[in-house]
């Protein structure tokens, strides 16, 4: 964010207040100078994510030089054009991938795939950074996602609501913590203007778990279309998910992963300002406008 420019609004992607680079791992040292020349902060958000088929020869290495090296030299392009804060979003799977109660701050570190490994690696190189330049440093960790743009389970379920498929998760008594687009946004915003963030690592969210047959009834809701949901023992489903190549799908439909997000909320008076049901609202009506697009490659 260059000095003086205004913060663009959710939803406001084309604001006049931005002016909009494009950088990437590849980019060459003075491209990278350059556009960072009178920013005082920047709020890295890309990384190599949801590869679902990955074919890399060695996928962690793949993840380690986008997630964490680009990552790195960013910031330390950042320190030496005089940025004073770098905001980093990473990821819930630095903590892990499920739990028997809710993440906090607190927790080890305990990545179990390339992903989390290269996130929890970046976090690390971040510190050296900090405390090598005095770049101001504050990580985001948050849970899943959601909102225009989804990707993932969430879209795959918004296809099967839309085209009646039973879904056999009835049975399913998991909870699970998610983000709204809109809530990610407002606290990247608090973590770029609050001066008691430097230095903080935070944990995020909407701040209402939903088990998943709970996400699907009120995704389902925003669509204005019925849940159509049966009971299968999860047994069943984890061997179907074993057989079909599956398993960490179904393990996420299954499993809680849970975060505590009070610390943002004491320490910079943080609070959502969407709640889950304005999420689902807004997630609905940008799926409801893709529905041609989609009718063409069904």
């Known amino acids: 964010m260059r000095d003086g420019a205004k913060l663009p609004q ?16 590849q980019s060459p040292e003075d491209e990278t100078r350059d556009a960072l020349q009178e920013v005082s902060a920047v709020v890295h958000l890309a990384a190599r994510v949801h590869v679902m088929a990955d074919d890399a020869e060695d996928p962690l290495r793949e993840f380690r030089r986008v997630n964490c090296d680009w990552t790195e030299r960013l910031a330390r392009a950042a320190a030496l054009q005089g940025a004073r804060r770098f905001v980093y979003l990473s990821s819930i799977k630095v903590n892990g991938e ?5 993440f906090t701050e607190q927790d080890l570190p305990n990545p179990q795939d390339p992903y989390g490994i290269s996130k929890w690696e970046a976090e690390q190189a971040l510190a050296r950074v900090s405390s090598q330049t005095g770049l101001e440093i504050v990580m985001l960790r948050s849970p899943l996602v959601y909102g225009p743009g ?35 946004v407002d ?30 009834r009120r995704l389902a809701q925003a669509l204005e279309l019925p849940a159509r949901l049966w009971p299968v023992p999860l047994s069943v489903l984890r061997w179907i998910g074993l057989v079909a190549g599956k398993q960490a799908m179904i393990d996420r439909l299954l499993g809680s992963l849970q975060v505590d997000s009070s610390k943002i909320r004491k320490e910079l008076d943080w609070h959502p300002p969407y709640s889950v049901g304005q999420g689902f609202a807004e997630t609905a009506a940008w799926y409801r406008g893709r529905l041609p697009q989609i009718a063409q490659v069904s």
């Not at 990707?151 to 998991?174: D, F």
């Open 10 to 25: 959710h939803g406001d992607p084309e604001s006049k207040d931005c002016e909009w680079v494009v950088l990437h791992d």
């Open 98 to 102: 499920r739990n028997a109660r809710p």
């Open 187 to 216: 606290a990247l915003t608090c973590c770029v203007k609050d001066v008691r963030a430097a230095g903080q690592s935070y944990l995020v969210s909407d701040g209402e778990d939903l088990s998943t047959p709970e996400l699907i």
């Open 150 to 184: 989804v990707g993932g389970n969430v879209l795959q379920l918004l296809h099967a609501i839309l085209r009646g498929i039973p879904l056999p998760l009835a049975s399913v008594h998991n909870r699970r913590s998610l983000i709204y687009l809109g809530n990610l």
